[in-house]
Structure formats: C-alpha cells, structure tokens
C-alpha cells in the first residue's frame, strides 16, 4: 500500500506507516495516480499534466508517422479525434493554473502548426479557418457545464457538500464522491 502526503510535511522522507494489527504498511510517495489523474505529494493540492501530455505526443506522433497520403482536414479530425482527449481528460474538475493552462495551449498548437507546416504566428488565421477553439476556451467551456450540472442535482449531500466546499478542492472532491458513490451503488 502507498499513501500520499498533502501539507505542511510533504517532503519528509523515509516515513512509514504501520496500520493496525494485521501489519500493514503504507509507503509514501511523491505521485499518486488515482483516475487517470497523477495527485502530487505537495503543499497544497496539486495534479501533474506531464503524463497526458506525453500520451497526447505519443498518440499524434504514431498518427503523424503513418499519415503520409491524408489530407490537412483528416489529419486535423484525427488529431481532434484520438490526440485532443488526453489534454482534455479530468479538465472539468481541476483548478487550471495558467502555467498549466499554457502548457496545454502549447502542445496543441505546436501540433497543428507541425500539421499545417506553418508557424506560432499564423495559428489565429487555422483556428478561424477550421473553426477550432484553443484548449483554454475548451477547457473553460467543460468546467462551466460540469458545474451547472452539479447544481442542478437534486440530491441533499451533494448539494450541501458544493455549498460548504469552495476552491479546485471542491471539484476534484465532488468528481471522487459521485464516482465512489456510483461505485457503492453498482456493488449492492
């Protein structure tokens, strides 16, 4: 077992943590991946992106490589298709950092610029061509609506949880509840 510290002694090293009688023991680690998601170990909360954006590469380069004889427009469909998911995996529920949020514009952009074989400056005249919108648009899009949904549940513990919580914690602890209640429920 492995456990994950989030505060003030996030970086202590070599700790253990022996749990009851039956001589458990839980190591704690720097990143911890729960949902697809990697959760450091850190002052406050905070998520690392660098795996979804190695697997957006990954994905994009084994594309590009056999996509000799395509097209701009089907390149761009299956970039959008299979490539644009893992930038956008969880983006509802976690607070956006802008430094994040730059990283995530950067590797879009650096793809269609390598699909269109143009540079960083001519990008506006491809997004308004292919009426595409920036990840940042996309990402403020998704989190908007995952909240008005969450509103819009009738049930009394989610709401009071939404109401009590503020912050990017919120999100990220609404997104855990329903998904552990959604398991408890299909276990009965």
């Known amino acids: 077992m492995s456990g994950l510290r989030i505060g003030k002694k996030f ?11 039956r001589g458990f023991v839980i190591h704690f680690v720097t990143q911890l991946k729960y949902l697809g998601l990697y959760i450091m170990s850190a002052k406050s909360f905070k998520i690392s992106f660098h795996h979804l954006r190695a697997r957006f590469y990954q994905c994009f380069n084994s594309i590009y490589v056999k ?20 930038l956008l995996y969880g983006a509802e529920v976690v607070n956006w950092t802008s430094c994040e949020l730059s990283r995530m514009n950067y590797a879009y952009n650096s793809v269609l610029c390598r699909l269109y074989k143009i540079s ?3 990008l506006d005249v491809i997004y308004a061509f292919s ?13 908007r609506t995952f909240l008005n949904r969450c509103e819009r549940i009738d049930n009394a ?16 602890f609404l997104c855990v509840f329903y998904f552990l209640c959604f398991y408890l429920l299909s276990c009965i």
């Open 67 to 86: 996509s000799h004889n395509f097209t701009e427009p089907v390149l761009l469909h299956l970039v959008n298709t299979y490539c644009k998911p893992y």
């Open 11 to 21: 970086n202590e090293s070599g700790c253990t943590l022996h749990v009851g009688g």
């Open 157 to 172: 513990i989610v709401y009071t949880s939404h109401v009590f919580s503020v912050g990017h914690v919120t999100r990220v």
């Open 131 to 143: 009426n595409l919108r920036s990840i940042k648009s996309e990402i403020e899009s998704r989190t």
């Open 120 to 122: 960083f400056n001519s």
